[in-house]
């Protein structure tokens, strides 16, 4: 998890001296539970996940409104490329795209709670990208594709 900070503690502390692992929570810090027979779990007060929700909610907000505005879509296409220089690799109206599903499904996450979706999201867009980047790997992806008669014979019709 590049960029956070945690205190690491294994879940057999948070059992056995749950006082010292609140203690690091109430004074600001977040914990990561390390688990052997799972995945690692993240403590943190409530009030600071809260406003990180809000914040991602504000952030999605303001993404969809600048968008709308066609006289700063291409500024902010540009400082975009300059935080997340992946992007770069994508044509253009794909950087557009990314940045709408982003914002809307930034909100959907705060909705629901289930952020695996904006992870996916980015994945998925981070690979394409990846795809863009290399000219050898992008025409497997975009070039025509090339299909035996006889494969179509036995697969049948196909339908739309």
């Not at 692992?21 to 052997?36: A, F, P, T």
């Not at 409530?46 to 993404?63: F, H, N, P, Y």
């Not at 996450?109 to 790997?137: C, F, H, N």
């Amino acid at each position: 998890m590049p960029g956070m900070q945690f205190k690491r503690f294994n879940f057999s502390s948070l059992l056995r001296q749950s006082g010292k692992v609140l203690k690091e929570i109430e004074q600001g810090h977040d914990v990561l539970l390390e688990r052997r027979d799972g995945a690692d779990m993240i403590l943190t007060e409530a009030a600071k996940e809260v406003g990180m929700r809000e914040s991602l909610q504000t952030a999605a907000r303001l993404i969809t409104a600048a968008l709308g505005q066609p006289d700063t879509e291409h500024a902010i296409l540009e400082r975009t490329v300059e935080q997340l220089p992946w992007l770069g690799f994508l044509p253009e109206e794909n950087r557009l795209e990314f940045l709408r599903e982003f914002a809307q499904t930034a909100a959907g996450v705060v909705e629901t709670g289930a952020v695996e979706p904006l992870v996916r999201l980015e994945q998925d867009w981070m690979a394409s990208a990846r795809i863009y980047s290399d000219p050898k790997t992008r025409s497997v992806f975009t070039g025509p594709v090339k299909v035996e008669r006889e494969y179509l014979h036995r697969a049948g019709p196909v339908e739309a």
